[in-house]
């Protein structure tokens, strides 16, 4: 998987983040510039976080996997879902990162994070919006990927799924100031 990918994409943010968001792997831009969530999704993600109340300077972004896996179409780069054996490999940088910053909240995003930490057999499509419990954070919230927004027809339907998922992310910011009070 390395082989083909410009470098490695670590993690980025705020040293004591409270707030830890983990998506599945890079994309093309993000492997090009070196720089988690920095792409469309990354873009995406800012609206989101804004419109959720959520400074994304105080939280910390990373991804399950470290490199972009990718095919070649014509001159493009396209995303190619990674298999477990590269979130497996991957998994013990993803524990180094959230075992250092502890946070009180950790937001997995999409299907490949969602398997890199809760196991294979946790689904997005029927955990979306719950916050659960695991070894590496009391609370926990599962939901989509913000690229699977931007894969969404333009119409009603992608702004009604922005919305729910800015809602979802409003379910962190209220945990955070609890904690906070």
């Known amino acids: 998987m390395w082989k083909n990918a410009t470098q490695t994409v670590f993690g980025a943010g705020a040293e004591r983040a409270r707030l830890v968001l983990v998506g599945e792997q890079p994309g093309n831009e993000e492997d090009l510039r070196g720089e988690p969530f920095v792409g469309p999704a990354g873009r995406l993600l800012d609206q989101a976080l804004e ?3 959520i400074d994304r300077r ?9 490199h972009f896996k990718w095919e070649q179409k014509g001159t493009r780069r396209l995303h190619k879902k990674p298999g477990a054996r590269e979130i497996a490999a991957c998994l013990p940088w993803l524990e180094a990162e959230i075992d250092l910053l502890r946070p009180e909240v950790l937001i997995l995003l999409g299907a490949t ?7 294979p057999s946790v689904r997005v499509s029927t955990e979306r919006g719950k916050v659960v419990e695991s070894r590496f954070s009391s609370k926990m919230l599962i ?4 690229s699977s927004l931007l894969r969404l027809p ?9 919305s ?3 809602d979802e992310l409003g379910v962190a ?3 955070l100031a609890r904690r906070s009070a």
């Open 51 to 53: 419109r959720a109340g």
């Open 173 to 175: 910011t209220r945990i």
């Open 143 to 146: 939901t989509v990927h913000p």
């Open 113 to 119: 994070a969602v398997q890199a930490v809760l196991g």
């Open 58 to 66: 105080t939280a910390y972004v990373t991804n399950a996997v470290k």
């Open 164 to 166: 729910r998922f800015v």
């Open 154 to 162: 333009p119409d009603a339907d992608r702004e009604a799924e922005m």
